[in-house]
């Protein structure tokens, strides 16, 4: 995602529950639809020990990956059960 704040955590779940057809790296794809997802009190840039809240706030399950040294980890991996679940890179 290509943005110069420092909200990519939120953009990324947007761009996952809103994809769009074309020039997906755009945040102007995106824009309209950051009031259609919860983060009341989380910090940005989202550290590791918010995304529960962000979970819960959504009703929704984070898997969120890291590469290191181009092998890829997992990072967090949610301990809730909702239907909805949004993996990151």
């Not at 943005?3 to 769009?20: E, G, Q, S, V, Y």
């Not at 794809?29 to 918010?50: C, M, R, S, W």
């Not at 890291?66 to 809730?80: F, G, R």
Request: proline share 3%; with cysteine; hydrophobic share 40%.
């Amino acid at each position: 995602m290509k943005n110069r704040d420092d909200k990519c955590f939120m953009w990324c779940h947007i761009a996952n529950l809103f994809p769009a057809l074309s020039n997906k790296y755009r945040l102007t794809k995106y824009i309209n639809h950051e009031n259609d997802v919860g983060y009341t009190g989380v910090n940005f840039p989202v550290a590791l020990n918010q995304i529960e809240k962000i979970e819960n706030l959504n009703k929704i399950n984070f898997t969120i990956f890291t590469i290191s040294k181009n092998i890829v980890l997992p990072l967090y991996i949610s301990d809730n059960i909702y239907e909805k679940t949004c993996e990151m890179i």
